[in-house]
């Protein structure tokens, strides 16, 4: 049967390139699975379990041909608040609840919604997340003693300098040997994982140099397993459903912002075209599954993908290899990795945090010296002093604010229309000809959306200007692209005033979309269909020709 689909067209070149591309991002995922999976409080194997299970499923399932899921930076913050307030065991209960959010959301397509999440918030809180993980791995940096995790940045800040004097020289020697073997792959090897490399040379030379002086995962947490994880149902009650609901919510949209980034620079690097909703669905399914084998909650990795890309995938092949590759280490070299001194890792982590920081465009945002920077910055700090879940609250409330209040300025009415084309010409010699007969009828060109944020100034603004003695209000409403209910209420609310003072009111030249809300609204029944004009110098043709006979329709219901 031939391969459809992402397959389509799939050869025996194309699985060599993949096979090549997934051995890479595997090795690389290996040191990357448990170092996110210690800083998220919870043992290093089950960053491993996450790599293998979610890697596979989001690859075989996802909207993204080039997407390599797995543990990322971007959920150690909340993770570690997660483990800290409820435990390991209902980690795991939110994990998969998010799965469920995330096929959810998949299913009734809002995965093109989660893209509008302005670029200053997401910016923000990706910013506040580095500063949180690259100070979290001080401590292992320093080989700090008897630290105590906590969920907020002062007191970590303050257990840190409590502690400094426990400082280990050999912590900080092996902690800088990774640390110079990270800089120099990345400066004249790329290509070569130097994750993998700082952390084998480092892990040597701490275990023949400076045996039992330096902290390791095996003292720390425990020798890593060499067999499978082990399938597991969460004990699901109502009372745990509700309470890691909101836990639940804030890791299925962290997870649906990450992956649907990743899944963009991943279109960006090959010209191709991701399928954002099977991605969301994807992801929830990796993330429902995970929880069963142990795993943490998992997303698109950002810079595995990009790796993956580098390296020649043209598949999901690639992905679902570098899963399989990860457990072949699991199954093969676990003892080796529980050597892994914690010095080793840290540099490997703040390096991730330095790169995931987006300090360049945080930068450009910031000399723009707009609004957008006042929501960068407010959005960074509550990320790193507050909570994840208050940061991008109030950063889309204020950018939400501040998109009406632009809105609302963008929004003009005047009286005649603006410009002078040749049709509006001819509205401006009927006026001039007909002045008698119009010197109690107002025009009011209006600009601009019509919606909640707007419609009360625009209604006062007309009310403020209007002439008493004026019969007959021409509302030329040919540049309102949008008008919500809202609008539509405070557009009946002006019609109904005017109409108890013995007025008429006529609409021209308004556009589908508003024209559709007025119908729906029962607002173009009242104001009347025979008073709504394609062209405003039709209705003052008919103003001129009909005086005596201008009547709101159904008036006596506005009354």
């Not at 960006?268 to 669905?281: A, D, V």
């Not at 929880?291 to 995938?313: H, M, Q, S, W, Y």
């Not at 002078?420 to 008698?436: F, G, I, P």
């Amino acid at each position: 049967m031939k391969p459809t689909g992402r397959f389509k067209g799939y050869t025996m070149i194309a699985f060599r390139k993949d096979l090549v591309s997934g051995l890479i991002v595997g090795v690389i995922a290996i040191p990357l699975g448990m170092a996110f999976a210690i800083a998220s409080g919870v043992k290093p194997e089950y960053g491993i379990y996450t790599t293998i299970v979610a890697g596979i499923l989001i690859s075989l399932l996802g909207g993204s041909k080039f997407q390599i899921g797995g543990p990322t930076g971007a959920f150690i913050p909340v993770l570690l608040a997660i483990v800290l307030q409820y435990g390991y065991e209902n980690l795991l209960i939110a994990g998969f609840l998010a799965g469920i959010l995330l096929v959810l959301m998949g299913i009734f397509r809002l995965g093109t919604l989660i893209r509008f999440i302005p670029k200053p918030v997401t910016i923000g809180f990706t910013a506040g997340i580095a500063i949180i993980i690259f100070s979290g791995q001080i401590a292992n940096f320093l080989g700090l003693r008897d630290i105590a995790k906590h969920e907020d940045f002062f007191s970590n800040m303050k257990e840190i300098a409590i502690h400094l004097p426990t400082f280990n020289g050999y912590s900080i020697l092996t902690a800088c040997i990774c640390l110079v073997i990270l800089l120099l792959c990345s400066r004249f090897t790329p290509k070569i994982p130097g994750a993998l490399i700082g952390l084998i040379v480092s892990s040597v030379v701490a275990t023949l140099l400076f045996n039992g002086e330096v902290a390791t995962i095996a003292s720390t947490f425990g020798p890593i397993p060499n067999t499978l994880p082990h399938f597991q149902w969460p004990s699901l009650t109502w009372e745990k459903i509700e309470m890691m609901l909101i836990p639940a919510c804030i890791i299925a949209m962290l997870g649906g912002v990450e992956s649907l980034l990743s899944a963009l620079v991943a279109d960006e690097m090959t010209g191709t075209r991701h399928n954002s909703n099977r991605e969301l669905i994807g992801q929830g399914i990796a993330n429902m599954v995970t929880p069963l084998f142990g795993g943490i909650p998992a997303t698109g990795a950002i810079a595995r993908t990009a790796t993956n890309i580098k390296n020649g995938a043209v598949s999901p092949m690639s992905g679902i290899i570098h899963g399989f590759i990860v457990l072949l280490v699991l199954l093969l070299l676990a003892p080796y990795a529980s050597l892994i001194p914690l010095a080793s890792m840290a540099p490997i982590l703040m390096m991730v945090a330095w790169n995931m920081s987006e300090r360049k465009e945080f930068v450009r945002i910031l000399k723009t010296k707009t609004n957008d920077s006042i929501i960068l910055l407010v959005t960074f700090l509550l990320t790193v002093f507050t909570t994840l879940t208050i940061a991008v609250g109030i950063g889309l409330i204020l950018s939400v604010l501040w998109f009406v209040k632009r809105m609302s300025d963008l929004n003009t009415v005047y009286e005649m229309p603006s410009n002078h084309s040749a049709k509006q010409v001819k509205v401006k010699a009927l006026m001039d000809a007909d002045s008698r007969e119009l010197h109690h009828m107002n025009i009011y060109t209006i600009e601009g959306p019509l919606f909640f944020g707007t419609a009360l100034p625009l209604e006062e603004s007309i009310l403020g200007n209007l002439h008493h003695k004026s019969k007959i209000l021409l509302l030329h409403m040919g540049k309102v692209p949008y008008i919500d209910t809202t609008g539509a209420a405070h557009l009946d609310r002006l019609i109904g005033h005017v109409v108890k003072s013995g007025g008429v009111v006529l609409l021209s030249e308004i556009g589908q979309q508003p024209l559709s809300i007025l119908e729906r609204t029962g607002l173009l029944q009242r104001v009347g269909r025979d008073h709504v004009f394609g062209h405003t110098s039709e209705a003052i043709e008919f103003a001129i020709k009909r005086p005596a006979r201008i009547r709101y329709a159904e008036s006596t219901a506005m009354k």
